[in-house]
């Protein structure tokens, strides 16, 4: 059975979560499964805008959610757009090897420079190229439509904003 909402998509009232989450139930009636049915949604909406992430960037030079990651860090720090390459590994939560490769690749295609810090002679600065700058701004677009869309097709505003209120509270005692 599926329930709608005028002008929302149809919305399954039982999904692949909820089989889960039954299954438990059926030979472990003690377990309280509901933090797992949050978790698994939330699990499977990541995989799937990720998936839907990398779909929109891609024709923007072909980059990957990662690069686009990298260069989207960097437009939003301002001007000058220059990072050390700890600090985008902080604020992507990636290893340094991880780093190095999404640099390499973005250097290779001149959208990004690295060059000596002149505070640390040990260390690097990594900053956007205005060509970045203008793929960045296009490919952030076209990543936020496609998030709208889906936000829109199954929430109304309020909803979303309730949504969004719920996760950071989440958020903030997961992370």
Known sequence: MENTTPGQATRPEHDAVDAITDQWAAVRPDLETLPMAVFGRINRISAAIR???????????????????????LRRSGEPYTLSPRELTATLMITTGGMTGRLDKLERAGLITRNPDPNDRRGLRVTLTDEARALVDQAVGAGLGRQ??????????????????????LLATTG
């Open 51 to 73: 998936e839907e992430m990398g779909q929109a960037y891609k024709p923007y030079g072909g980059m990957s959610l990662g690069e686009f990651d990298v260069l989207a860090t």
């Open 148 to 169: 709208r869309g889906a936000v829109e097709a199954a929430l109304t505003p309020k909803e979303a904003e309730q949504l969004a209120g719920l996760l950071r509270k």
